[in-house]
């Protein structure tokens, strides 16, 4: 079952996102050389504590931190630690969220710690994020959830990547829903897989985490035995980019962007929900 949000729910949702938005800015501006991953944990947890808003992460299924640090070949749920200092050159996804009165936001960006990255890696997060807002712009009232599928992967397939080959479209992590918990009904591919049908009709009150994983080589991806840390199988790196989205009857209102979504829905031709809050 998919849960739908009245405008009041999706409101306090709203809440939660400019939380972990300012959970964003402050660990970005943190992702510097010399820090370690715990250092941007105690950052993110101190940006919660001035909004009196919780973690969604820590404890959940027992991962011991606030934020997901995920460095260079990490693609997901990297765990904060004294050990891991960043390097320039390094890139790191930082994956978060917060809660305000019982309802979640969950957003996740890419940041490059120093300077003199190759291109590659600075073309691996763009079309990762631009793939993001594709799927965000397929939000629309009568899509289907496949539609967002479809979107992610063709503006993917789309950019030649740099040196040849394809990207890696992760397959065993994909977005969500969200809405009272983080991980919620209908799980959302980062591709189509033609075995899965169309997906649920996209209507009114419909809350998705749209979040694509792209490695610079395999769709294939191990745990650590930390049993959290996920890695690229063959070592590339990787990027992953996530947005909380509502769909109004206005169109898409992304929940965890401070604008909510509209300077980057725009160069889609979509038009962003008005701001409940504003």
């Known amino acids: ?54 973690p969604n992460f820590l404890g959940y299924g027992g991962f011991p931190a606030t934020i997901c640090t995920s460095v260079n070949e990490v693609v997901v749920h990297g765990i904060p630690s004294d050990e891991v200092v960043l390097k320039d050159g390094d890139i790191i996804s930082i994956d978060c969220g917060a809660i305000i009165d019982g309802w979640h936001g969950d957003a996740a960006f890419t940041a490059f710690v120093g300077s ?9 997060s763009r079309v990762t994020e631009e793939s993001m807002w594709a799927g965000i712009a397929a939000m629309k009232q009568g899509n ?30 994909g977005g969500h829903g969200i809405g009272t918990e983080m991980h919620m009904d209908p799980h959302l591919l980062n591709y189509v897989d033609r075995r899965r049908g169309k997906g649920p009709k996209l209507v009114t009150g419909f809350c998705l985490a749209i979040e694509p994983m792209v490695s610079l080589g395999t769709p294939g991806t191990e745990v650590l035995s930390d049993d959290w840390t996920v890695i690229t199988t063959d070592g590339t790196w990787s990027s992953h980019w996530e947005h909380s989205v509502a769909l109004t009857d206005e169109g898409p209102l992304v929940l965890t962007a401070p604008d909510g979504g509209r300077a980057k829905l725009a160069e889609h031709g979509v038009t962003a929900a008005p701001d409940p809050l504003a």
């Open 116 to 124: 003199g990255h190759a291109p590659e890696l600075l073309e691996l």
């Open 1 to 54: 079952m998919v849960q739908i949000k009245t405008p009041e729910q999706i409101a306090k949702m709203r809440e939660a996102g400019l939380v972990v938005a300012a959970i964003h800015a402050a660990t970005r501006e943190a992702a510097v050389p010399g820090a370690t991953t715990r250092d941007l944990d105690q950052v993110a947890r101190k940006v919660l504590a001035e909004h009196d808003a919780k």
């Open 144 to 173: 289907r959830l496949v539609d967002v599928s479809r979107a992610i992967e063709t503006y993917i397939r789309r950019q030649p990547k740099p040196g040849g080959g394809r990207y890696g479209i992760i397959e065993d992590y």
